[in-house]
């Protein structure tokens, strides 16, 4: 199965699920992290490639990515609200960390849309159900 990545102003990217690394205890829902995890990645000196260096947003992605090595990436970044483009090459340990940034907010944006349709969809059914008691739905409706 391949993964595309398609972004605004961005090439469209492939990439087959055999080239991401497996990680043990994938979590699919979304999580938080704790201030000590983040607190042992600034002291080890590993970049947060999620958080942009010149507004500090947390939404940054990535547009490329291309294999270096077998430890390492070269993986461009794109920020979606002040427009900074940037990247690098990244050890493996780095881009784990942020595919388990984006895979959380991921996650988040399923779980969000999933929450909108069911308060869509309620809705309609309570405009249904009034129609159909105040006699407003008739056989020929259909």
């Known amino acids: 199965m ?5 972004l ?11 080239e991401r690394r497996p990680r043990k205890g ?10 000590a995890e983040e607190l042992r990645a600034g002291a080890r000196g590993e970049p947060d490639l999620h958080v942009c260096p010149r507004c500090s947003s947390a939404l ?8 270096v090595d077998s430890r390492r990436w070269r993986v461009e970044l794109s920020c ?3 427009r900074w483009s940037g990247g690098g090459v990244y050890p493996q340990p780095v881009l784990d ?12 944006l399923a779980a969000e849309l999933e929450r909108i349709e069911r308060a869509n969809m309620e809705e309609d059914m ?17």
């Open 8 to 18: 605004p102003g961005a090439d469209m990217q492939v990439m087959d699920r055999e």
């Open 80 to 82: 979606p609200e002040c």
């Open 2 to 6: 391949a993964l595309v990545v398609a």
């Open 26 to 35: 994938r979590r699919h829902a979304p999580r938080i992290s704790s201030v």
């Open 97 to 108: 960390r942020f595919d388990e940034v984006l895979d959380d907010g991921l996650a988040a």
């Open 126 to 142: 309570d405009r249904f159900l009034d129609a159909l008691f105040a006699d407003g739905i008739l056989p020929e409706d259909f």
């Open 60 to 67: 940054v992605q990535p547009t490329r990515w291309a294999p």
